[in-house]
């Protein structure tokens, strides 16, 4: 232990809390929580021998350790599990998928609640169910809701005279127009709630004692509304598979993993049928244990949880048992217990979630199977991993008007559009194509620095030796490590690398030229229909735009009449006036304007 070490491990409280590794750059590396605090660093910053791999790595990374106190060890759980999303270091175990995970909120704060998705649970009075881990499954489960248990969707409640069309197919009770009263409306939402809650049979239980208490009172229309919804229901019923012959709830997790990848299974049983399975992928490094990587995800996962069930089935015991079981208790407000079975019922259960996740990381492994055409591409370049993330920069302007960068990016030879991004040169004064290159990448890797999205394994420039050089220049200045710069010039489809004088030749018949050249030619029509698309909304606004009596209603009618401001003044003006709500007067101010603008034009030409 270096003597820096020693005087800071001095200062450290006995009492509980979390701590934060750092490295020589300040970066950290592993955020952990501790009863004791002193005793914890101790053993990071020892000399003394041990068997753990991990600790012995991370005694050879660290160089400055930080630390918060807090009031208990539930306090530091907390604490330890929000860090670590936030910071995201590199030996902590974390779900792999970043973004917010998908709840249906059921908004019971508003007098008539609706249900939707949404990513951000919020303190405001609604019910929220989940997280999903797969959206598509949510999606047809609030379909699935949205049929069985008619509520309105309209984002804003307002009174109308008449029903929506919603009300008039059966799918909206109508509310808006006084088709139901709140309570019944209410009691609508409270059986949607028991369903999504996983108790299908006790909505069931209601509505076959509504459908016969309707019935019996002759109002048989409103019975045979209740029996179909009955019906929908027990069809989702008899698709819940018995997992327990008692009516329990309970969450059974379980772990499969190989090197730094794993998935973790959890087993959502509710009255004994399994109302549900969320397969959560994980990341860590190899050295770490199953029962650090257990602990880790439970509190990951379960913070996020807005319900917690009694009894959670684990497939590994944990050090860290007692501290979760606490703080779930004090997050559910009742008795949760966390338990490994080693026996009967229970452990084939957990068995049951293990055949999942093993199911699941087989599946994973398939997807990241690098494709041919990436590892050809791969040995072309020379690179020491597979470009599986493949992103682009094109630049498009006419004389340094409305100049644009755009970027878009290619995962597994295949377009992924929600990382397509667009940007308006704002620095860069006259056509300066190496310049604005500079800019966008500039920008753009930035952004993915500071958002923490994922780094592209190879970036490509459309255009030569001087763009490539910019390019290089900006992902260092944003301090993108680990990325690839190349760059496809178009006339002679020639390949530039960094540090070779000349261009590379790339045979025609390869495939890793074919993949270069189907991502440079889609960045440039992305870049040149961008371009367009401003010169187009500059041109309608400069001409149309000011024009007394032409607003933005006005404007639409006449550019879907006809097609462009420059088919306009070639009009007469009786024509201009057929389009509805314009009229002759209004015509005629149009077409003084448009002619006004076209002398301007040819006199600016003229002087030119």
């Known amino acids: 232990m270096v003597s820096s070490q020693k005087t800071a491990l001095r200062r450290v409280p006995t009492g509980p809390g979390v701590y934060l590794l750092k490295n020589a750059n300040g970066r950290i590396i592993y955020v952990g929580k501790a009863l004791n605090l002193r005793s914890r660093l101790r053993t990071y910053t020892g000399t003394g021998e041990t068997s753990d791999l991990k600790v012995q790595i991370l005694r050879s990374r660290l160089s400055t350790f930080d630390y918060i106190v807090t009031g208990s060890e539930t306090e530091a759980l907390v604490l330890e599990s929000n860090l670590i999303k936030e910071h995201r270091p ?69 009174l109308r005279p008449r029903p929506c069309l919603n009300h008039q ?26 369903f999504l809650s996983g108790r299908a049979d006790e909505v069931l239980g209601h509505l076959e004692s509504r459908m016969r208490r309707e019935a019996s009172s002759l109002r048989f229309e409103e019975a045979a509304s209740l029996r179909d919804r009955i019906t ?21 997790v379980a772990i499969d993993n190989h090197e730094h990848y794993g998935v973790a299974s959890v087993v959502r049983i509710r009255g004994g049928k399994m109302i549900g399975c969320e397969n959560v992928p994980l990341e860590f490094v190899r050295e770490t244990s199953h029962e650090e990587i257990l602990a880790a995800f439970l509190k990951q996962f379960y913070s996020v949880a807005t319900e917690l069930p009694p009894e959670i089935l684990v497939d590994h015991d944990m050090p860290e048992t007692e501290a979760i079981e606490k703080w779930m208790r004090e997050k559910a407000g009742r008795a949760v217990s966390i338990h490994f079975p080693k026996r009967g019922e229970k452990l084939e259960l957990v068995a049951f979630a293990r055949r999942n996740a093993m199911t699941a990381l087989r599946k994973a492994f398939d997807e990241r199977k690098v494709p041919k055409i990436i590892e ?34 290619f995962r597994d030879a295949k377009p992924d559009k929600g ?32 958002e923490k999205q994922e780094l592209p394994d190879l970036l490509l420039v459309d255009g030569g030796k001087g763009q490539l050089r910019k390019a290089v220049e900006a992902v260092r200045h944003a301090g993108a490590r680990g990325v690839t710069v190349v760059a496809l010039a178009k006339q002679a489809e020639e390949l530039f690398l960094p540090g070779r004088a000349g261009a590379v030749p790339i045979p025609d018949e390869s495939a890793a030229k074919r993949l270069l050249r189907r991502i440079r030619d889609e960045v440039h029509r992305f870049s040149i229909t961008y371009h367009r698309s401003l010169r187009r909304k500059a041109t309608r606004k400069s001409i149309l735009d000011g024009i007394t009596g032409v607003g933005e209603s006005r404007k639409s009618a006449l550019l879907e009449r006809f097609g462009s401001a420059a088919a306009i003044a070639e009009r007469g003006e009786e024509e201009i006036a057929e389009v509805p709500g314009i009229g002759i007067r209004t015509a005629r101010r149009i077409k003084q304007a448009l002619e006004q603008e076209a002398r301007g034009s040819s006199a600016q030409r003229r002087s030119g």
């Open 419 to 450: 990382l397509y991004r667009k940007y308006r040169i704002r620095t860069v004064k006259g056509a300066d194509d190496c310049a604005m290159i500079h800019e966008v990448v500039s920008r753009h890797m930035s952004a993915v620095i500071r």
């Open 169 to 194: 197919i059966g799918r909206c009770p109508g509310p808006c127009s006084g088709e139901i009263a709140e309570e019944q409306y209410r009691r609508g939402i409270d059986e949607l709630c028991l």
């Open 376 to 409: 050809d591409l791969r040995l072309f370049l020379g690179m020491t991993r597979p470009p599986r993330l493949i992103s682009a920069v094109d630049i498009s302007n006419i004389q340094a008007a409305y100049a644009v960068g755009t970027v878009i990016s």
């Open 90 to 158: 590199r030996y902590n175990v974390k779900l792999k998928d970043d973004k917010r995970y998908p709840f249906i909120k059921v908004t019971l704060a508003e007098k008539f609640p609706r249900a939707y998705v949404t990513r951000i649970v919020k303190e405001d009075g609604s019910r929220y169910f989940g997280p999903y881990t797969d959206a598509r499954a949510m999606r047809r489960t609030l379909r699935l809701v949205r049929q069985v248990f008619p509520i309105r969707t309209c984002k804003t409640f307002r």
């Open 232 to 252: 929908d229901i027990d069809k989702v019923v008899k698709r819940q598979r018995v997992m327990t012959a008692t009516r329990v709830d309970r969450d059974v």
